[in-house]
């Protein structure tokens, strides 16, 4: 995969947009060798064989695998003054997921505890701008929406897993809007209350539901202020797990987190744990930018791994197509799919067009890296990427920054005019395909643990359609609310430790790895954050290898 920076000049190529007739270039290989070529999943090096543990002999990035190996941050030594706090149900992750979990379960009757790493709403859900998809058009179906996502995840995914999402789609919405989330209308005066559906890359009908172009963060907005407004649900803002307990059987009976504020460790002993972490973007795999928010760092993957938990499809990362590529400090700044949807056009340093705009997210991308890697992208100050034509839209639709409120924001962020200027975008590390491995109910295979959301692998396959990330988080985060709110050891029983971390360290050292890194990071590098220096921790000679 060719990844050095060439390209046209940026005033020569936008001299050529402006006087181009935007003609189709026609010589797009087929999907497999263009993926093969140029997507960086299938990069000489994007994968590596796990050495152990529940996925031995299984692909996994090699930037994740070194976190699935690493040494803990703590060990039972620095448990002993530990603050103790006891739940039915706790919540690991304050974004969508996590929010729809935490509501269903306290629904159920359970006693909730959620601790969210930043705050409350910090995550990835209310920067998914796009959309959530459901079939709730006259002309779609379940079926055919469960047909367009497993063909656009490569035939990869769990068909179980699909079914139930499309399936819960409709009621999905309608628990939203009875939350009191605000979806647009479409147009007319005779709508009869119908909601706008657009069409999305990889989709065969128009189906994905928005709110303007901010759709995660009005989704957000309402799942944060129903939290809050439910008693039997504790917050615990800026506490990030560092540590899943165990019982003697091997059953997830909490966790242990780190309180930021009080610089102290906090274990949380519950009947049934749900992970709801999120992603991996902070990680920049592949030295990409990153759409993703300050702390998506794999935490959850880490811990799940730990404890035994499978996982399936490591190896597999969306790069959406559109992240922005100049000014250099808003580099992987996200614009929605919902401007490709809306009728902008790709455009190359050529003023040509390259590739069918709505096709899926991963063709997509790799045309886009395809361009850049044969000289036909455009370089500005460094920085590579094609032209995301929004002159040409806006002319033919001027109120339509009106609807894509998001990109006038962008646009404005990278000092230019979307009306006169287009943006240069690059292809940016966006969500995580693959996960820990969970059944219908969110179960992982570690009695007492569930996942919902990015953290969970099996619902998109190899690829994700735009759309179905809100879906996933609100489908499967009530799910796994519910039966985690049903299941676990009586309260007094769930008492436990980190001996399951030795365990795997053992197998590590049997296997004559050693590894010198320490996880979950937490925060990206540049972050600068050390538990062990902020926690005061010292490092305990007589700890268990």
Known sequence: ??????????????????????????????????????????????????????????????????????RPLIDDFNLAGALQMNTDVLIIGGGGAGAAAALTAAEAGADVVMANKLRIGDSNTVMAEGGIQAAVGEEDSLQRHFEDTVKGGHHAADKALVAQMVTDGPAAIRWLIGLGMNFDLAAGSDNNGRLQRKRAGGTTTPRVLCYRDFTGLEMMRVLREAVELERNITQLNRCPAIELLSDEHGRCVGAVLYDLERRKLLMVHAKSVVLATGGSGRL??????????????????????????????????????????????????????????????LVNGLGERFVD??????????????????????????????????????????????????????????????????????????????????????????????????????????????????????????????????????????????SHVYKLQRELTRAGIQSEGKAPVLYPDYGRFDLREHAGIQENAHAKA
Not at 1 to 18: F, H, I, K, P, S
Not at 404 to 422: D, F, M, R, W
């Open 1 to 70: 995969m060719n990844t050095e920076r060439q390209g046209v000049d940026y005033a020569q190529a936008l001299q050529t947009l402006r006087t181009s007739a935007l003609e189709m270039r026609n010589d797009l290989p087929a999907k497999e060798i263009l993926l093969q070529d140029y997507h960086p999943d299938y990069g000489a090096d994007a994968r590596i064989t796990l050495p152990v543990g529940a996925n031995a002999g299984e692909f996994c990035h090699p930037d994740l695998a070194k976190l699935l190996l690493s």
């Open 284 to 345: 920049h795999l592949q030295d990409f930018a990153t759409s993703n928010h300050y702390g998506a760092t794999a935490d959850g993957l880490v811990m799940a791994y730990r404890m035994g938990a499978k996982l399936r499809d490591v190896d597999s990362f969306q790069y959406h197509p559109t992240g922005v590529a100049h000014p250099p400090h808003l580099a992987g700044a996200l614009i929605s799919e919902a401007v490709r949807s809306a009728g902008t056009h």
């Open 357 to 498: 705009e709505l096709q899926p997210r991963d063709v997509v991308a790799a045309a886009i890296l395809r361009e850049c890697a044969e000289g036909r992208g455009v370089l500005r100050d460094g920085q590579v990427g094609v032209f995301l034509d929004t002159p040409r839209l806006i002319a033919k639709d001027p109120d339509v920054l009106k609807r894509l409120v998001s990109l006038a924001h962008v646009a404005h962020k990278c000092g230019i005019n979307p009306a006169e200027e287009p943006l240069l975008i690059h292809p940016t590390l966006h969500y995580q395909n693959g996960g820990m491995l969970i059944d219908g109910n969110g179960q992982s295979t570690v009695p007492g643990l569930y996942g919902a959301g990015e953290v969970t692998g099996g619902i998109h396959g190899r690829n994700r359609l735009m759309g179905n990330a809100l879906l996933d988080i609100i489908s499967f985060g009530r799910r796994a609310g519910e039966a985690a709110a049903q299941t676990g050891l009586p309260l007094k029983k769930a008492r436990g430790g980190i």
